[in-house]
């Protein structure tokens, strides 16, 4: 299991946290299953995203501030998710971005983590708010904006 990884082992011995169960990650990869896929990763051509790429040094907390206005950056935990069958970490978004790199070593390939909510002491997740982790940065999801929609009104011409 990733989670004991011996980076992620001694990470969780410094910083607040929670395990997510499996069954709630398995909601996460579900939505990501659903989703156009290109070999084993998304396929962020049919996505429109965010490229955030490691700089020198990176993450840095001044890497960390590039999130602060997206999706994922308007959650105050992210749920940072190994395979579908596993625990997942879930801590604050900051704290969890700045070490993003240490959290998935020894995880091969592309990997994914989104925004969490935890309130009440239960956890929501927001699988929509999601990021691709992998060698060069983060892909961060945009997602398309809700389009209102108008139910017209047979008594009012303007609609």
Same mark, same amino acid.
């Not at 990869?29 to 049919?46: I, Q, T």
């Not at 890497?63 to 999706?71: A, E, I, R």
């Given at each position: ?7 992620? !082992?001694?990470w !969780?011995?410094?910083?607040p946290?929670r395990?997510? &169960?499996?069954?709630?990650?398995r909601?996460f =990869?579900?939505y990501?299953?659903n989703? +156009?896929?290109?070999g084993?990763?998304?396929? %962020?051509?049919r996505?429109?995203? #965010? +490229?955030i790429p490691?700089g020198e040094?990176? &993450?840095?907390?001044? %890497? ?5 206005n997206? &999706?994922?950056?308007? +959650? $105050? +935990? ?10 997942a970490?879930i801590? $604050?978004?900051g704290?969890? #971005?700045?070490?993003?790199?240490l959290?998935y070593?020894?995880? &091969?390939?592309?990997?994914?983590f989104?925004?969490a909510?935890?309130?009440n002491? !239960?956890?929501h997740?927001a699988?929509e708010? =999601?990021?691709?982790f992998?060698e ?7 997602p398309?904006p809700a389009r ?5 009104? !047979?008594?009012n011409?303007?609609?």
């Amino acid at each position: 299991m990733y989670i004991e990884n011996q980076f992620v !082992r001694e990470w !969780r011995e410094s910083h607040p946290h929670r395990l997510a &169960p499996s069954s709630e990650v398995r909601k996460f =990869f579900e939505y990501l299953d659903n989703l +156009h896929w290109s070999g084993s990763r998304l396929d %962020w051509s049919r996505l429109s995203s #965010l +490229h955030i790429p490691f700089g020198e040094g990176d &993450p840095q907390p001044s %890497w960390v501030d590039n999130f602060t206005n997206t &999706p994922i950056g308007n +959650h $105050r +935990h992210l749920l940072v998710a190994y395979a579908p069958n596993q625990d997942a970490l879930i801590a $604050r978004t900051g704290e969890l #971005l700045a070490d993003i790199d240490l959290l998935y070593a020894g995880s &091969p390939g592309p990997r994914y983590f989104c925004g969490a909510e935890i309130v009440n002491e !239960r956890l929501h997740l927001a699988v929509e708010d =999601f990021a691709e982790f992998s060698e060069s940065g983060v892909l961060v999801h945009i997602p398309a904006p809700a389009r209102d929609t108008v139910t017209p009104d !047979r008594n009012n011409p303007r609609t």
